[in-house]
T-cell receptor, first 111, second 111 residues
Framework: EPEVTQTPSHQVTQMGQEVILRCVPI?????FYWYRQILGQKVEFLVS????????KSEIFDDQFSVERPDGSNFTLKIRSTKLEDSAMYFC?????????FGNGTRLTVT | GENVEQHPSTLSVQEGDSAVIKCTYS??????FPWYKQELGKGPQLIID?????GEKKDQRIAVTLNKTAKHFSLHITETQPEDSAVYFC??????????FGAGTTVTVRA
């Protein structure tokens, strides 16, 4: 069964550094998403992406976040200047429409 | 925005018994209600979903019920097996992709 692949599985970075989280969505999917889960909190929506542009974003997704589909297969989330509170599990998801298929996540630790 | 409450937070059942997880939602415009199962080290995997024009849906040992008037929906797992042990999340959405998740229920099936 096709699956969403995320790399790396764990990323440690220092506060103020830039990080890029990578995702390879399921190949025939057209909609792409990022969610995150801070430890002990709910999984929360960050952004949706369709037709090479952001279709919706949450209040969390401020100017330090950006998403890109640099080629036909990858979908990335960039955090420009990481803060301690960005430490979380970040999930990529993709879909034809619904349901969403999630990857295994990248655990981001900001020190 | 949408607020989804999920109960209980932990559930321990004897193998072969049933497990029931309940969720309530606040946004009467929500019309899509998926349930996800998350095993250790993996991302959420869809197990069943229901739309607001349907009151009940069943897939083998798993069933979901929806009460639109009361704004609550439930997951029922019958004849539980050790492999059902996982964290289960309910979610609600107006548009299929911007999911508001519950806090999760950790289910343990005792052999």
């Amino acid at each position: 069964e096709p699956e969403v692949t995320q790399t790396p599985s764990h990323q440690v970075t220092q506060m103020g550094q830039e990080v890029i989280l990578r995702c390879v969505p399921i190949s025939n999917h057209l909609y792409f998403y990022w969610y995150r889960q801070i430890l002990g909190q709910k999984v929360e929506f960050l952004v949706s992406f369709y037709n090479n542009e952001i279709s919706e974003k949450s209040e969390i997704f401020d100017d330090q976040f950006s998403v890109e589909r640099p080629d036909g297969s990858n979908f990335t989330l960039k955090i420009r200047s990481t803060k301690l509170e960005d430490s979380a599990m970040y999930f990529c998801a993709s879909s034809e429409r619904s349901p969403l298929h999630f990857g295994n996540g990248t655990r981001l630790t900001v020190t | 925005g949408e607020n989804v409450e999920q109960h209980p937070s932990t559930l321990s059942v004897q193998e072969g018994d049933s497990a029931v997880i309940k969720c309530t939602y606040s946004d009467s415009a929500s019309n899509y209600f998926p349930w996800y199962k998350q095993e250790l080290g993996k991302g959420p995997q869809l197990i069943i979903d229901i739309r607001s024009n349907v009151g009940e849906k069943k897939d083998q040992r798993i069933a979901v019920t929806l009460n639109k008037t009361a704004k609550h929906f439930s997951l029922h797992i019958t004849e539980t097996q050790p492999e059902d042990s996982a964290v289960y999340f309910c979610a609600a959405s107006r548009n299929d992709y911007k999911l508001s998740f519950g806090a999760g229920t950790t289910v343990t099936v005792r052999a």
